[in-house]
T-cell receptor, first 108, second 112 residues
């Protein structure tokens, strides 16, 4: 079992839909990152969370430390949101442990 | 500062050749990380530096792989005697201690 599990693996939505991507982890962490990766490979950090909730534009990320679970929500989804979304956790060391990613496709 | 820069963006090499990648981190970041990502998978940790010291290496980093960060600024990752299984995206990231994690755009290696 991976230390970081994401669901779903693939998600197809229509423009305007509300999207949720889930991340569960099995280790103690000091922080959790949500990352976005477009075709071509570059990774962009969306959020770093250690508790509660953060919002940036149409993106919302929440984390429940007790339940070892985080969610990334996208409101009013748009085709330009199509990308791979990756959850990564930071245990007590320095290196991130990554989930396998969720491929999101938003159709117009 | 333009973020984390990686060079080259793409590299195609013949099996058995050596390749070297470069990463320039954010200037004030003391930590630098190398990750490898194969198609359809999340990135996997290879190694990380704090300043010029290489503090941790994954068992994924075979003896054909070597990384350096000689002056605590840029880093190089060299792969000797490349194999087809080395084909992947090699990602560099930097941080200030454990904050401000920033990724580069990656170097895509194809071994033919």
């Amino acid at each position: 079992k991976n230390e970081v599990e994401q669901s779903p693996q693939n998600l197809t939505a229509q423009e305007g839909e509300f999207i949720t991507i889930n991340c569960s982890y099995s280790v103690g962490i000091s922080a959790l990152h949500w990352l976005q990766q477009h075709p071509g490979g570059g990774i962009v950090s969306l959020f770093m969370l250690s508790s509660g909730k953060k919002k940036h534009g149409r993106l919302i990320a929440t984390i429940n430390i007790q339940e070892k679970h985080s969610s990334l929500h996208i409101t009013a989804s748009h085709p330009r949101d199509s990308a791979v979304y990756i959850c990564a956790v930071l245990p007590s060391g320095s290196r991130l442990t990554f989930g396998e990613g969720t491929q999101l496709t938003v159709n117009p | 500062d333009t973020g984390v820069s990686q060079d080259p963006r793409h590299k195609i090499t013949k099996r058995g050749q050596n390749v070297t990648f470069r990463c320039d981190p954010i200037s004030e970041h003391n930590r630098l990380y190398w990750y490898r990502q194969t198609l359809g998978q999340g990135p996997e940790f290879l190694t990380y530096f704090q300043n010029e010291a290489q503090l941790e290496k994954s068992r994924l980093l075979s003896d054909r792989f070597s990384a350096e960060r000689p002056k605590g600024s840029f880093s190089t990752l060299e792969i000797q005697r490349t194999e087809q299984g080395d084909s992947a995206m090699y990602l560099c990231a930097s941080s200030l201690d454990r904050n401000g994690y920033t990724f580069g755009s990656g170097t895509r290696l194809t071994v033919v």
